[in-house]
């Protein structure tokens, strides 16, 4: 492979200075300070076994595969408000006023430029700090613009976008996402099927920087803009940030599978009172979530194959946004189940979670491995980093894979495979001459 070490400095343009960003670069610069570990992150504390168990070679991740240091990122990020990192994070009341004073210095260098942005697309949202021009190329243009005085400004060697603003409405891939020529003829016709992320994701890859989708959006997920990483050779990923809920569903869902217990109905409730709630709180964004939250268990189950365990399952997922509880979200799960002879049981599961707690070590991973991936000129959709999403982005002939164990096999195995390194197949060594 063509593996080129990282050198120099990485960008990290992302797109939405809200809640979760602030809280992976006040997070990332107390990790650099020693002033907190990098707990939830697989880069950074996760090890991989290399070679045989009597071997005992278990280095960790971000060693073994040359990951970026933290010291070397640098962080760029655009919004619809003006306010600096540290405005924003005190206005998302993620952490606390000590952690935040902590991070100062980090978090007040990071303002963000004008979004490219649409309301028709975020209902329950607008802001003052915006781009204007006479059509979506240009907008492109000036976003394009936007990376290259970064670029010069911070003397990146690489850079990569990662998608943390508000989730965009509900919208189905169409004739005008269908091939990049049609695609670029949309921008320069301003057509409105084409959301102010394909316009940042778009320009990314115009750039040379791989995209990474956070939220459930359509975005990258279109033939035009997967014609356009090919040609550009650049990793893309999404979609949607796997937290909270859906996380403990990939978890539990795999388990129950394997013991062959039917499930009969999975409610899932949640209330949340931060932006990201006021913004779900708009029945089209609403069901852009519901639509990623509610693919895993069908995926899991796989009710076609196990008919008599699954083929009746009821899943119900509600997002209510209730504004007293802010970021710390609250999920319920009710998961009616039944075992031997048809018996009926149920698990109920309240997870008192904080969503950009559990999502900030998410995004540091995924802008650790697309850079990886941009070193190992992986190009197209990068599969092996399902583990991060709730609804993972495949080639269009596949189904994606939710099983979280089976995620973390595959993307284990990747870095073995990128490595140079012999895949481990789990199977004991007692049982054949290998
Ligand atoms: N926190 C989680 O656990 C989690 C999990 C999965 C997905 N997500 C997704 O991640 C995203 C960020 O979540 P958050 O809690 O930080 O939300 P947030 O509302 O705190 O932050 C989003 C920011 O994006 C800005 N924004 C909106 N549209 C924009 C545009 N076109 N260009 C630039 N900025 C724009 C908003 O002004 C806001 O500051 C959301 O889409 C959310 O659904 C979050």
Known sequence: ?????????????????????????????????????????????????????????????????????????????????????????????????QDLEQARVA????????????????????GPHKKAAENKMALAEMLMDDIKSFRKTNKTTREVMIWCASTEI?????????????????LVNNDSRIAPSMIYAYAALKSGVPFFNGAPNLTVDIPAIIELAKQTGLPVAGKDFKTGQTLIKTILAPGLKSRMLGVEGWFSTNILGNRDGEVLDDPSSFKTKEVSKKGALD?????????ELYKDLYHKVRINYYPPRGDA?????????????????????????????????????LVLFADLALRHEMKGIQEWLSFYFKSPMVPTELYPEHDIFIQLTKLKNTLRWMMGEELITHL???YYDG
Not at 51 to 76: M, Q, Y
Not at 342 to 361: E, H, N, T, W
Request: hydrophobic fraction near 40%.
């Open 1 to 97: 492979m063509n593996f080129k070490a990282p050198k120099g400095k990485l960008g990290v343009l992302i797109p939405g200075l809200g809640a979760v960003s602030t809280t992976l670069i006040a997070g990332v610069d107390a990790i650099i300070n020693g002033q907190s570990a990098p707990i939830g992150s697989l880069t950074q504390m996760g090890t991989i076994r290399l070679g045989k168990r009597t071997e005992n070679r278990s280095p960790k991740i971000k060693e073994f595969a040359h990951l970026a240091e933290l010291k070397d990122l640098v962080f760029g990020a655009w919004d619809i408000f003006q306010d600096d990192a540290f405005r924003a994070a005190s206005k998302a009341q993620v952490l606390s006023p």
């Open 299 to 307: 995926y899991i189950l796989q009710p076609d194959m196990y008919p």
């Open 107 to 126: 978090l007040e260098k990071v303002k963000p430029m004008k979004a490219v942005f649409d309301q028709d697309y975020v209902k329950n949202l607008d």
């Open 428 to 430: 004991g060594n007692e």
């Open 170 to 186: 509900y919208i189905e891939a169409s004739d005008v996402h269908s091939s990049l020529e049609k695609f670029e003829q949309g």
């Open 329 to 365: 979200k609250e999920g319920w799960d009710n998961i009616d189940i039944f075992g031997w002879m048809g018996y009926k049981m149920q698990i109920k599961v309240d997870f008192l979670c904080r969503d950009s707690i559990l999502a900030a070590p998410i995004v540091l991973d």
